[in-house]
């Protein structure tokens, strides 16, 4: 990936781009610049989501997430590159591009005197083709609330009307901005499942999220920020370079807990193999996981 | 080439419709707003009617007077505040950016706050001219008068529906907006000769008021519930219709334009 670091004005002719945007993308981002004041929250970005896939968006608070995921729904304005949000420049986006599109807010849900379904049906009216309201509800487990008003929900209930109004419209394209935030871990297990049976119907999604257990469960790639810039991108067990990292084998001899580190872990285990007669006891075998290899990349960057 | 071309999306009618639908639940299911716009003025109707009890001549007493004023009151709690106070909360819990980013025509939400205002005037005007006839025996209007009433209230509510939506731009919350909103409404209503009679009201505050659309909103409507003989008292000596409607007109005009220039969708970019 080429970094562009150039500062230019807006509306200046735009520099040569080093690889133009991809047509077929679900995202194509160039060289995209924001700034607040002096200081460049997004500087020279270069993306591509593919159609269908789950993209994570992870990086440190202030490394320019939500700029760049508001930028691509239309909601901030951008001070240099160029973006293609299914074919349309954000900026342009008119009611039939939105129509294209969900976006999974920390909705207002909560002070609306409207049952679950009324909110629900509102969002639906606003789409040319939206999914039955009943058949959401279904989907995202709301069923039996559907009559309740938003104030009534527990914040996980209400985290799922959320996402339940962004895919109403039937988008093509989910933004969902750290969807679990406040989820107890029997919550977030029925979200990932949710999110799983949104990408089996073919829904692209776009994810940040804090929680890099959350990113390795349901990215099919993900992307670090960090200072403004794309650090890498990768399938998750790739990332920082964690698939060909040196392995660590662990397990139990003689009572005492023993481990190794190593380069071929097949060939080790299967050497340990032979030394115990039946199961090698608590035998584990780990890599560096996403937390270490996302902490070394973010405070690697200068 | 990636739009894939599916069915129209729904007609700017139809989603106004959706919206006038949803901005009626929101009012008349929340319990405060009810009371407090809708209730509010006719408390003050029963409290104030009940207690002050002066003769202001040609046979007119005070709940006569005074339902001119309140319902100037009732359309100012209905157009102005609640929409300062309710855009204020919508934009600071995040509503208005979710359905920015929705595909509804912007024009729906707006129809959808129009409808909400027009209806809760309705009540508001109904109501209070029942218990202005039952409890006190007011004389309703008659004839031409009516046409007057229309117009005058029609045109006061837009100025103040527009001004509503403008200054709730100006509030960080539902909560700072109330705050702002309310002591700002009764002070306009204090000077503008709705709870007394406006030849009571000092000189000078009589021409502060002059400038702001409650007090030709509130002496259009005197010319509707009190005799003519009683015109003699306006500060010019008649109802000056004229002069209501140009203001009020002016106002909206002005409303319009602090609109376009101070609405948003979120808060502000930056953070």
């Known amino acids: 990936m080429t970094r562009s670091t150039a500062t230019r004005a807006p509306g200046a002719q735009p520099e040569q781009l080093t690889t133009p945007l ?56 951008r001070d240099g590159g160029e973006v293609r949000v299914l074919g349309v420049d954000p900026a342009k986006g008119g009611r039939r591009w939105k129509a294209e599109l969900g976006i999974v807010l920390q909705s207002g849900a909560g002070g609306s005197q409207l049952s679950v379904r009324e909110l629900l049906a509102a969002q639906a009216s606003y789409f040319a083709d939206p999914r039955d309201p009943d058949e959401v509800l279904e989907l995202v487990g709301l069923t039996e609330k559907a009559g309740a008003r938003g104030r009534a929900l527990s914040g996980g209930q209400r985290r799922r009307l959320d996402v339940a109004l962004g895919i109403v419209g039937r988008p093509r394209l989910l933004f969902l901005d750290e969807p679990t935030t406040g989820f107890d871990p029997e919550a977030r297990r029925q979200f990932w499942a949710l999110i799983r049976s949104l990408r089996d119907l073919g829904t692209t999604m776009l994810l940040t999220t804090h929680y890099l257990d959350e990113a390795e469960e349901l990215a099919d790639r993900v992307g670090v920020l960090a200072h403004g810039q794309l650090a890498e991108v990768a399938v998750p067990t790739a990332l920082g370079g964690r698939g060909t990292a040196p392995a660590v084998v662990s397990w139990t001899e003689d009572g005492t807990r023993r481990s190794a580190e190593t380069t071929t872990p097949t060939a080790f285990v299967a050497g340990l193999a032979g030394r115990f007669p039946g199961e090698v006891p608590d035998l584990a075998v780990s890599r560096p996981s996403l937390e270490d290899v996302y902490l070394k990349m973010i405070g690697d960057r200068p | 080439m990636t739009t894939a071309q599916r069915t129209a999306l729904p007609s700017v009618a139809r989603v106004s419709r959706t919206r006038a639908g949803v901005e009626l639940k929101e009012f008349f299911r929340q319990r405060e707003s009810v009371v407090f716009t809708l209730a509010f003025p006719v408390i003050l109707l029963l409290g104030l009617g009940a207690v002050l009890d002066y003769d202001l001549g040609s046979g007119v007493d005070f709940p006569q007077y005074f339902m001119a004023g309140v319902i100037a009151a009732g359309i100012v709690g209905a157009s102005l505040q609640n929409l300062a106070i309710h ?112 030849d009571q009201v000092p000189g000078w505050l009589q021409d502060v008021a002059a400038v702001f659309p409650v007090k030709w909103l509130a002496q259009g409507l005197r010319s509707v519930f009190l005799p003519d003989s009683l015109a003699a008292r306006e500060p010019a000596g008649s109802w000056e219709l004229g002069t209501v409607a140009v203001v009020l007109g002016v106002w909206c005009v002005a409303g319009l334009l602090l609109c376009v220039a101070t609405f948003r969708w979120q808060e502000g970019e930056g953070r």
């Open chain 1, 22 to 77: 991809d047509p077929d993308a679900a995202i194509s981002i160039r060289g995209l610049v924001k700034r607040y004041g002096e200081r460049a929250a997004v500087d020279g970005l270069d993306l591509d989501i593919r159609r269908g896939e789950i993209f994570a968006l992870l990086g440190p608070n202030g490394a320019g997430k939500t700029t760049t995921v508001e930028i691509c729904e239309g909601y901030r304005s």
């Open chain 2, 87 to 198: 855009i204020a909360g919508e934009r600071a819990d995040g509503t208005l950016k979710a359905l920015a980013g929705s595909p509804m025509p912007k024009t729906a939400y707006f129809v959808g706050k129009v409808a909400q205002v027009v209806a809760v005037t309705l009540a508001t005007v109904v109501v209070l001219l029942i218990v202005g006839v039952l409890v006190f025996g007011i004389d309703l209007p008659s004839g031409g008068d009516w046409l007057t009433f229309a117009w005058v209230t029609v045109l006061g509510a837009a100025a103040c529906t527009l001004l509503g939506i403008a200054v709730s731009s100006l509030a960080r919350n539902a909560r700072s907006a109330s705050a702002t909103v309310t002591p700002l409404a009764l002070v306009l209503e204090f000077v503008s000769g709705v709870f007394m009679p406006f």
